[in-house]
């Protein structure tokens, strides 16, 4: 039962994380569509350690696909933060829309890391995904 009580805050979370993403889209004082170009980060930032853990070379301690798949995962987190200030910075988007797409991006990755830490047990039953 406590799996299913994880995988419910986990999704209400990224909802919650999405809602903070679309006010900074949608609200009519900022009204421009450019903050919703980090999804395609949301998308981009597990693939790297989904496809490494996938791999295993059984070499011991240290896994280098592991490795190079966490910095290409942080380059891609550290671009989805930056994107909004770079915007807001060149005035293209509003300062409370970067406020916004900041907050959303927080809480999508904090989501993304309960998943990864949640699902990752021996002991879970979802340990399929």
Request: glycine share 8%; proline share 5%.
């Amino acid at each position: 039962m406590a799996g299913i009580k994880g995988l419910v805050i986990l999704a209400f979370a990224g909802s919650i994380g999405m809602t903070f993403l679309i006010l900074a889209c949608a609200l009519p004082q900022y009204a421009l569509w450019w903050p919703f170009f980090v999804l395609l980060f949301y998308l981009l930032a597990p693939i790297p350690t989904l496809i490494a853990r996938r791999y295993n070379d059984g070499s011991g301690s240290s896994n280098n696909c592991l490795e190079a798949a966490i910095f290409i995962t942080m380059g891609i987190l550290v671009s989805s933060f930056a994107l909004p200030i770079v915007l807001a910075r060149v005035p293209v988007i509003e300062w409370g829309a970067c406020y916004l797409t900041l907050a959303g991006n927080f809480v999508v990755y904090a989501t993304l890391l309960g998943f990864f830490l949640t699902f990752d047990q021996d002991d879970s039953d979802y340990n399929m995904w």
